[in-house]
Nanobody, 126 residues
Framework: QLQLVESGGGLVQPGGSLRLSCAASGHILDYYTIGWFRQAPGKEREGISCIRPKDGYTYTEDSAKGRFTISRSNAKNTVYLQMNNLSPEDTAAYYC???????????????????WGQGTQVSVSS
């Protein structure tokens, strides 16, 4: 059974950077889409970016382009989210999720991915 574990969150000052990791176990990620989502208190969950680890195909929401970059290490069975120039508005719980292989192309930011991690908290404050 596929399991996902996020890490790398924390407290950072405005303008700072963080790299989140999504480590998978139980299955290799070649046949999945892996997405990053976030949810701030009182707000709906929103999609950020997704990747197909097998071929490296990526999709990133317009709101995240230029600051957030998704990548993967197939050797480590891990997907990353590099976040730069963070602002207080980026404060949220960040989740990775696994969905069907075709999702990143046809349904990139749908919220019905099959498997979710427990989340990692990112707080941006001075």
């Amino acid at each position: 059974q596929l399991q996902l574990v996020e890490s790398g969150g924390g407290l950072v000052q405005p303008g700072g950077s963080l790299r989140l990791s999504c480590a998978a176990s139980g299955h290799i990620l070649d046949y999945y889409t892996i997405g990053w989502f976030r949810q701030a208190p009182g707000k709906e969950r929103e999609g950020i970016s997704c990747i197909r680890p097998k071929d490296g195909y990526t999709y990133t929401e317009d709101s995240a382009k230029g600051r957030f970059t998704i990548s993967r290490s197939n050797a480590k069975n891990t997907v990353y989210l590099q976040m730069n120039n963070l602002s207080p508005e980026d404060t949220a719980a960040y989740y990775c999720a696994a969905g069907p292989f075709y999702y990143c192309i046809y349904h990139p930011m749908r919220h019905d991915y099959d498997t979710w991690g427990q989340g990692t908290q990112v707080s941006v404050s001075s």
